[in-house]
């Protein structure tokens, strides 16, 4: 009878253990996927890690697949009028690299919402980046004529007119006007400097990994 009894206390102490630990497992691993879930989470058509190519910069937006990009074409297809879903489809475009595609949709995006300053600086970086620094360098332009302080195109335009027109005294002027409007930006040294040193020296500016709309 004790041995009984023994046995029975010992099962239920196994069983109680295994199943205090199944519950701590399953805690443990929900609590984790809140976290990625809250870390990766995008509000449009998040992508998996497993899609995320190597040797991108810490931060970097993911990059969507060819699924991805079906499925955000389709939903712009049933709401072409929706500003807001053609400029995700053309950041999508930006993230991944793929400019012209980018510059397409950017261009639908500001028929529909022709005074936003931000979707003419990211429309203007993307030619920038398409080789095109004459059309950049108008875009952030006709941005600053709708909003002068707008620091990010006069930021981008600094880079642009330097390193696309290779017209340092463009750039200074630039430079000065970013001054004027935000003398404590804390990218104005730096820029100061790419304008003084040589270009061998300073190397070319890197697109940022945090926002579309800054080149460097």
């Given at each position: ?98 400019y012209?595609?980018a510059?397409?949709y ?36 006709r ?16 880079i ?57």
């Open positions: 009878m004790k041995k009984d009894n023994l046995w029975i206390g010992l099962t239920g102490l196994v069983v109680g253990g295994l199943i205090g630990y199944l519950v701590g497992v399953q805690s443990a691993w929900k609590e984790r996927g809140q976290q990625v879930g809250e870390h990766t989470h995008e509000p449009s058509n998040p992508t998996s890690e497993a899609s995320q190519p190597q040797g991108l910069p810490e931060g970097h937006p993911p990059i969507p697949t060819e699924a991805d990009f079906e499925t955000l074409k389709k939903a712009v297809e049933r709401a072409p009028q929706n500003a807001a879903l053609v400029t995700n489809l053309a950041n999508k475009y930006y993230d991944a690299g793929r012209e595609d510059i397409r950017y261009q639908r995006a500001l028929t529909l919402d022709p005074q936003n300053v931000s979707l003419m600086t990211d429309l203007g970086t993307a030619h920038f980046y398409a080789g095109r620094p004459d059309e950049a360098i108008g875009f952030y332009n941005s600053l004529e709708i909003d002068p302080r707008h620091v990010q195109s006069l930021h981008n335009l600094v642009v007119n330097l390193q696309g027109r290779k017209d340092a005294a463009a750039a200074r002027a630039a430079l000065d006007r970013l001054k004027s409007v935000e003398p404590g930006n804390a990218s104005i040294a730096n820029l100061a400097r790419m304008i003084d040193e040589p270009a061998s020296k300073t190397g070319p500016s890197q697109p940022s990994a945090n926002t579309r709309q800054r080149i460097f």
